[in-house]
Protein backbone atom coordinates (compact mmCIF):
# COMPACT_ATOMS: atom_id res chain seq x y z
CA UNK A 1 0.00 0.00 0.00
CA UNK A 2 1.18 3.26 -0.68
CA UNK A 3 1.67 5.00 2.80
CA UNK A 4 -0.02 8.19 4.62
CA UNK A 5 3.33 10.06 3.34
CA UNK A 6 2.38 10.07 0.00
CA UNK A 7 0.01 13.05 -0.09
CA UNK A 8 2.53 15.30 0.81
CA UNK A 9 5.47 13.60 -1.38
CA UNK A 10 2.61 14.42 -4.35
CA UNK A 11 2.20 18.27 -3.60
CA UNK A 12 6.07 18.14 -3.51
CA UNK A 13 6.66 18.68 -7.43
CA UNK A 14 10.28 18.88 -7.36
CA UNK A 15 11.09 15.78 -5.01
CA UNK A 16 13.03 13.51 -6.83
CA UNK A 17 14.72 10.94 -4.95
CA UNK A 18 18.66 11.38 -7.16
CA UNK A 19 18.52 15.24 -5.88
CA UNK A 20 16.57 15.39 -2.46
CA UNK A 21 16.56 11.62 -0.46
CA UNK A 22 20.11 10.06 -1.51
CA UNK A 23 22.38 12.55 -0.06
CA UNK A 24 20.75 12.59 3.28
CA UNK A 25 21.01 9.02 3.11
CA UNK A 26 24.70 8.82 2.31
CA UNK A 27 25.33 11.90 4.84
CA UNK A 28 23.54 9.67 7.47
CA UNK A 29 24.37 6.19 7.15
CA UNK A 30 27.72 6.50 5.09
CA UNK A 31 28.96 3.52 3.84
CA UNK A 32 25.56 1.73 4.59
CA UNK A 33 24.34 3.22 0.85
CA UNK A 34 27.65 2.92 -1.35
CA UNK A 35 26.86 -0.54 -2.67
CA UNK A 36 24.66 0.22 -5.98
CA UNK A 37 23.12 -1.95 -8.60
CA UNK A 38 21.96 0.26 -11.21
CA UNK A 39 19.78 -2.01 -13.79
CA UNK A 40 19.64 -0.67 -17.31
CA UNK A 41 22.40 2.07 -16.97
CA UNK A 42 22.14 3.28 -20.52
CA UNK A 43 25.13 5.26 -21.19
CA UNK A 44 25.34 6.34 -17.52
CA UNK A 45 24.14 9.33 -16.26
CA UNK A 46 22.65 7.93 -13.36
CA UNK A 47 25.83 6.32 -12.52
CA UNK A 48 27.85 10.17 -12.50
CA UNK A 49 25.13 11.78 -10.48
CA UNK A 50 25.11 8.80 -7.51
CA UNK A 51 28.74 9.22 -7.56
CA UNK A 52 28.45 12.78 -7.18
CA UNK A 53 26.47 12.46 -4.25
CA UNK A 54 28.86 9.74 -2.35
CA UNK A 55 32.05 12.02 -3.49
CA UNK A 56 30.09 15.28 -1.99
CA UNK A 57 28.40 13.35 1.17
CA UNK A 58 31.28 10.69 2.14
CA UNK A 59 34.03 10.84 4.36
CA UNK A 60 36.68 10.63 2.82
CA UNK A 61 38.55 7.23 4.18
CA UNK A 62 35.37 5.35 2.85
CA UNK A 63 35.09 6.34 -0.88
CA UNK A 64 37.35 3.53 -1.35
CA UNK A 65 34.66 1.51 -0.57
CA UNK A 66 32.44 2.46 -3.03
CA UNK A 67 30.52 0.11 -5.59
CA UNK A 68 28.55 1.17 -8.32
CA UNK A 69 27.54 -2.12 -10.70
CA UNK A 70 26.37 -0.70 -14.10
CA UNK A 71 24.21 -3.57 -15.58
CA UNK A 72 23.40 -2.29 -19.45
CA UNK A 73 22.99 -4.99 -22.59
CA UNK A 74 22.81 -2.87 -25.37
CA UNK A 75 26.57 -3.02 -27.31
CA UNK A 76 26.76 1.02 -28.24
CA UNK A 77 25.30 1.83 -24.48
CA UNK A 78 28.55 -0.52 -23.00
CA UNK A 79 30.90 1.28 -24.96
CA UNK A 80 30.14 4.91 -23.60
CA UNK A 81 30.28 3.05 -20.59
CA UNK A 82 33.35 1.84 -21.00
CA UNK A 83 34.83 5.36 -22.27
CA UNK A 84 33.53 7.13 -19.23
CA UNK A 85 34.13 4.58 -16.30
CA UNK A 86 36.87 1.86 -17.41
CA UNK A 87 39.66 3.37 -15.80
CA UNK A 88 37.80 4.41 -12.72
CA UNK A 89 37.95 0.86 -9.61
CA UNK A 90 34.42 1.85 -7.80
CA UNK A 91 32.77 0.86 -11.63
CA UNK A 92 31.71 -2.29 -11.99
CA UNK A 93 30.23 -2.51 -16.13
CA UNK A 94 28.30 -5.61 -16.65
CA UNK A 95 27.31 -5.73 -20.51
CA UNK A 96 24.31 -8.24 -19.65
CA UNK A 97 20.39 -7.96 -19.13
CA UNK A 98 19.24 -8.65 -15.48
CA UNK A 99 16.26 -11.12 -15.48
CA UNK A 100 14.87 -14.38 -13.84
CA UNK A 101 17.94 -16.90 -15.70
CA UNK A 102 20.91 -17.00 -16.83
CA UNK A 103 20.66 -17.49 -20.49
CA UNK A 104 20.27 -15.52 -23.84
CA UNK A 105 17.16 -13.74 -24.26
CA UNK A 106 16.24 -11.52 -27.51
CA UNK A 107 16.51 -7.23 -26.58
CA UNK A 108 14.17 -5.00 -28.31
CA UNK A 109 15.58 -1.51 -29.20
CA UNK A 110 12.46 0.61 -30.54
CA UNK A 111 14.61 3.66 -31.10
CA UNK A 112 18.42 5.18 -31.40
CA UNK A 113 20.02 8.54 -31.10
CA UNK A 114 20.07 10.01 -34.87
CA UNK A 115 22.03 12.96 -33.26
CA UNK A 116 24.26 13.98 -30.26
CA UNK A 117 21.74 15.48 -27.48
CA UNK A 118 23.48 16.12 -24.16
CA UNK A 119 25.14 12.77 -23.28
CA UNK A 120 23.54 10.65 -25.55
CA UNK A 121 25.69 9.63 -28.54
CA UNK A 122 24.73 8.47 -31.88
CA UNK A 123 23.15 4.57 -31.65
CA UNK A 124 22.80 4.75 -28.13
CA UNK A 125 19.40 4.18 -27.11
CA UNK A 126 17.33 4.97 -23.51
CA UNK A 127 14.31 2.17 -24.22
CA UNK A 128 15.34 -1.34 -24.64
CA UNK A 129 13.49 -3.63 -22.88
CA UNK A 130 13.37 -7.63 -22.92
CA UNK A 131 9.34 -7.45 -22.15
CA UNK A 132 7.19 -9.01 -25.22
CA UNK A 133 6.08 -6.13 -27.75
CA UNK A 134 3.76 -6.06 -30.75
CA UNK A 135 5.82 -2.75 -31.70
CA UNK A 136 8.23 -2.61 -34.62
CA UNK A 137 11.21 -2.88 -33.19
CA UNK A 138 15.06 -3.64 -33.85
CA UNK A 139 15.46 -6.87 -31.62
CA UNK A 140 19.44 -8.34 -30.60
CA UNK A 141 20.19 -11.20 -28.92
CA UNK A 142 21.74 -10.60 -25.44
CA UNK A 143 22.97 -12.05 -22.75
CA UNK A 144 20.78 -12.47 -19.09
CA UNK A 145 21.89 -12.87 -15.72
CA UNK A 146 20.03 -13.35 -12.27
CA UNK A 147 21.58 -11.18 -10.07
CA UNK A 148 21.12 -13.37 -6.87
CA UNK A 149 24.07 -15.32 -9.00
CA UNK A 150 26.39 -12.59 -9.41
CA UNK A 151 28.47 -12.82 -6.45
CA UNK A 152 28.11 -9.25 -5.02
CA UNK A 153 28.77 -9.01 -1.77
CA UNK A 154 26.78 -6.19 -0.47
CA UNK A 155 23.74 -4.52 -2.20
CA UNK A 156 22.53 -1.57 0.01
CA UNK A 157 20.36 -0.10 -3.23
CA UNK A 158 19.10 -0.84 -6.39
CA UNK A 159 17.61 1.15 -9.30
CA UNK A 160 16.05 -0.54 -11.92
CA UNK A 161 15.16 1.20 -15.27
CA UNK A 162 14.01 -1.70 -17.70
CA UNK A 163 11.31 -0.65 -19.47
CA UNK A 164 8.68 -3.10 -18.18
CA UNK A 165 11.10 -5.98 -17.52
CA UNK A 166 12.06 -4.72 -13.78
CA UNK A 167 9.69 -7.79 -12.37
CA UNK A 168 12.12 -10.13 -14.15
CA UNK A 169 15.22 -8.40 -12.24
CA UNK A 170 13.39 -8.52 -8.85
CA UNK A 171 12.61 -12.52 -9.49
CA UNK A 172 16.40 -13.09 -10.57
CA UNK A 173 17.21 -11.44 -6.76
CA UNK A 174 15.91 -14.72 -5.51
CA UNK A 175 16.52 -14.85 -1.83
CA UNK A 176 18.17 -11.59 -2.11
CA UNK A 177 15.41 -9.37 -2.80
CA UNK A 178 15.59 -8.53 1.21
CA UNK A 179 18.78 -7.21 0.93
CA UNK A 180 18.72 -3.92 -0.52
CA UNK A 181 17.47 -0.70 1.77
CA UNK A 182 16.12 0.93 -1.01
CA UNK A 183 14.88 0.14 -4.66
CA UNK A 184 14.12 3.03 -6.82
CA UNK A 185 12.32 1.47 -9.41
CA UNK A 186 10.88 3.01 -13.18
CA UNK A 187 6.90 1.84 -13.10
CA UNK A 188 4.37 2.09 -15.52
CA UNK A 189 0.89 3.11 -14.37
CA UNK A 190 -1.17 1.96 -17.39
CA UNK A 191 0.13 -1.41 -16.81
CA UNK A 192 0.17 -3.85 -14.07
CA UNK A 193 4.00 -5.89 -14.46
CA UNK A 194 4.12 -6.65 -11.29
CA UNK A 195 7.13 -5.22 -9.47
CA UNK A 196 5.25 -3.33 -7.23
CA UNK A 197 3.51 -5.86 -5.87
CA UNK A 198 6.01 -8.33 -5.58
CA UNK A 199 7.89 -5.93 -3.36
CA UNK A 200 4.82 -4.85 -1.36
CA UNK A 201 4.47 -8.58 -1.07
CA UNK A 202 7.89 -8.18 0.88
CA UNK A 203 6.83 -5.68 3.29
CA UNK A 204 8.91 -2.72 1.22
CA UNK A 205 7.12 0.59 1.76
CA UNK A 206 6.34 2.41 -1.52
CA UNK A 207 6.14 5.51 -2.39
CA UNK A 208 5.95 7.72 -6.29
CA UNK A 209 8.28 10.16 -7.24
CA UNK A 210 7.14 12.70 -9.82
CA UNK A 211 4.86 11.30 -12.86
CA UNK A 212 6.20 10.96 -16.35
CA UNK A 213 3.56 10.44 -19.48
CA UNK A 214 3.51 10.94 -23.38
CA UNK A 215 0.68 10.86 -25.84
CA UNK A 216 0.69 8.68 -29.80
CA UNK A 217 2.72 10.70 -32.32
CA UNK A 218 -0.55 11.27 -34.35
CA UNK A 219 -2.57 12.56 -31.56
CA UNK A 220 -3.19 16.58 -32.31
CA UNK A 221 -4.24 16.94 -28.87
CA UNK A 222 -3.99 16.45 -24.85
CA UNK A 223 -7.15 15.09 -23.03
CA UNK A 224 -6.82 18.26 -20.60
CA UNK A 225 -10.16 17.56 -18.87
CA UNK A 226 -9.37 14.22 -18.71
CA UNK A 227 -6.42 14.45 -16.75
CA UNK A 228 -7.77 17.38 -14.75
CA UNK A 229 -10.67 15.04 -13.97
CA UNK A 230 -8.67 12.44 -12.77
CA UNK A 231 -6.31 14.75 -10.93
CA UNK A 232 -3.15 13.79 -13.65
CA UNK A 233 -1.25 17.34 -13.13
CA UNK A 234 1.27 18.87 -15.95
CA UNK A 235 4.36 20.62 -14.24
CA UNK A 236 6.44 21.07 -17.38
CA UNK A 237 7.10 20.22 -21.31
CA UNK A 238 9.46 18.74 -23.08
CA UNK A 239 8.70 19.52 -27.04
CA UNK A 240 9.80 17.00 -29.58
CA UNK A 241 13.22 18.14 -30.66
CA UNK A 242 15.05 16.52 -34.21
CA UNK A 243 16.91 13.94 -32.19
CA UNK A 244 14.06 11.88 -32.02
CA UNK A 245 12.80 12.84 -28.32
CA UNK A 246 9.11 13.16 -28.53
CA UNK A 247 6.75 15.18 -26.01
CA UNK A 248 7.20 14.58 -22.75
CA UNK A 249 4.81 15.80 -19.41
CA UNK A 250 6.00 15.64 -16.21
CA UNK A 251 4.18 16.17 -13.22
CA UNK A 252 2.25 14.54 -10.29
CA UNK A 253 -0.71 13.06 -9.32
CA UNK A 254 -3.19 14.31 -6.55
CA UNK A 255 -2.91 13.04 -3.63
CA UNK A 256 -7.41 12.64 -3.82
CA UNK A 257 -7.44 11.48 -7.13
CA UNK A 258 -9.09 8.02 -7.74
CA UNK A 259 -7.34 6.51 -10.06
CA UNK A 260 -5.26 4.39 -8.16
CA UNK A 261 -5.78 0.64 -7.17
CA UNK A 262 -4.86 0.49 -3.42
CA UNK A 263 -3.76 -3.17 -4.03
CA UNK A 264 -1.98 -3.08 -7.68
CA UNK A 265 -0.63 0.40 -7.12
CA UNK A 266 -1.16 0.90 -10.77
CA UNK A 267 -4.15 2.48 -12.42
CA UNK A 268 -7.56 0.91 -11.98
CA UNK A 269 -7.91 -1.00 -15.37
CA UNK A 270 -11.01 0.81 -16.52
CA UNK A 271 -9.08 4.47 -16.04
CA UNK A 272 -5.96 2.70 -17.57
CA UNK A 273 -8.22 2.05 -20.65
CA UNK A 274 -9.83 4.95 -20.68
CA UNK A 275 -6.22 7.35 -20.64
CA UNK A 276 -4.71 4.46 -23.13
CA UNK A 277 -8.54 5.35 -25.80
CA UNK A 278 -7.87 9.36 -25.37
CA UNK A 279 -4.43 8.99 -26.52
CA UNK A 280 -1.68 8.28 -23.47
CA UNK A 281 0.42 6.35 -24.84
CA UNK A 282 3.00 5.67 -21.42
CA UNK A 283 1.93 6.90 -17.91
CA UNK A 284 5.09 6.24 -15.36
CA UNK A 285 6.78 7.07 -12.60
CA UNK A 286 9.67 6.14 -10.68
CA UNK A 287 8.94 4.45 -7.30
CA UNK A 288 11.11 4.14 -3.72
CA UNK A 289 10.45 1.01 -1.90
CA UNK A 290 12.30 0.93 1.62
CA UNK A 291 12.64 -2.10 3.06
CA UNK A 292 10.72 -2.55 6.65
CA UNK A 293 14.03 -3.39 8.88
CA UNK A 294 14.84 0.42 7.10
CA UNK A 295 11.43 2.38 7.35
CA UNK A 296 12.15 3.35 10.87
CA UNK A 297 15.30 4.86 10.52
CA UNK A 298 15.04 6.31 6.44
CA UNK A 299 11.32 7.74 6.80
CA UNK A 300 12.21 10.59 9.38
CA UNK A 301 14.83 11.98 5.91
CA UNK A 302 11.56 11.87 3.97
CA UNK A 303 9.43 14.17 6.09
CA UNK A 304 8.62 18.08 5.70
Given amino acids: MLTSLQPFLARSKELHFIDVLYPKLVSQFQQEFVH ?13 SYWNQIESHLTHDLLSEVRIYCYEPLPENVKVLRSRFGAQSQYVIRDVALSNR ?28 LRSSSDQTEKIAVQTVRLEDEGIPCIDFVKLDLQGAEILALEGMGRRI ?18 LRLLSDNGYLLYYDRLQFGFRPDLNFMPLCLMDQLGICIDKLHLPND ?18 D ?43
Avoid at 281 to 287: R, V
Wanted: net charge negative; hydrophobic share 40%; with cysteine.
Fill in 178 to 195: MDPKIFYIETQLLYDYGA
Fill in 36 to 48: IIDGGSGIGDACI
Fill in 243 to 260: AGIPLICWGHLDPSSPIL
Fill in 102 to 129: NDQAEFRVPSRMTGKVGSWDVGTSYSGS
Fill in 262 to 304: PDTLVIRPEISKQLIDEGFQYLQTDCFAISPEWANRVLPLMMP
